[in-house]
């Protein structure tokens, strides 16, 4: 799948409020997609994760955006505007961090923490760079405290 329009379309519906549409719009992408579309299987699945009610279907779409980062080059997302893959790892650790603290897998939840502060140093200087960061920081708060929330 080479087109990114259908899939940033599908983000800002599920973004904009109406959270069953933006699932199936995403799902409906993910279906169009094949197994060597890595860059798009990244993208869907970290926002896939993100519309999931059931904590366990989340953390297995997060799992899904790590594993598929893993097959890209430093530029695939580049036509999302974002310039460096490394990027998007702090935020596939925090999220896929918070899913298992949640689910109360503490020592998973420590390690990708830990993988994501390794990686922060990708983040630019800027609102989201920012925001990852801060949730990071949170996350290793939540955890030190030994609460899920």
Not at 8 to 28: C, F, V, Y
Not at 116 to 136: F, P
């Amino acid at each position: 799948m080479d087109d990114w329009t259908a899939i940033t379309t599908a983000i800002g519906t599920a973004l904009g409020g109406d959270q069953q549409a933006g699932k199936e719009a995403l799902m409906s992408c993910w279906n169009a997609t094949g197994p060597t579309d890595h860059a798009q299987r990244c993208v869907l699945a970290h926002y896939l994760a993100d519309t999931e009610t059931d904590l366990e279907l989340e953390i297995s779409w997060d799992e899904a955006a790590l594993q598929e980062h893993r097959h890209l080059d430093e530029d695939d997302l580049a036509p999302l505007g974002i310039p460096s893959t490394r990027g998007m790892l702090p935020s596939l650790h925090l999220n896929l961090g918070d899913g298992y603290h949640r689910n109360g897998k503490i020592t998973a939840a420590r390690e990708h923490l830990a993988l994501g502060m390794a990686s922060s140093s990708a983040l630019a200087n800027d609102g989201y760079g920012k925001m990852i960061a801060a949730g990071l920081e949170n996350l290793a708060r939540r955890i030190d405290a030994g609460g899920s929330r």
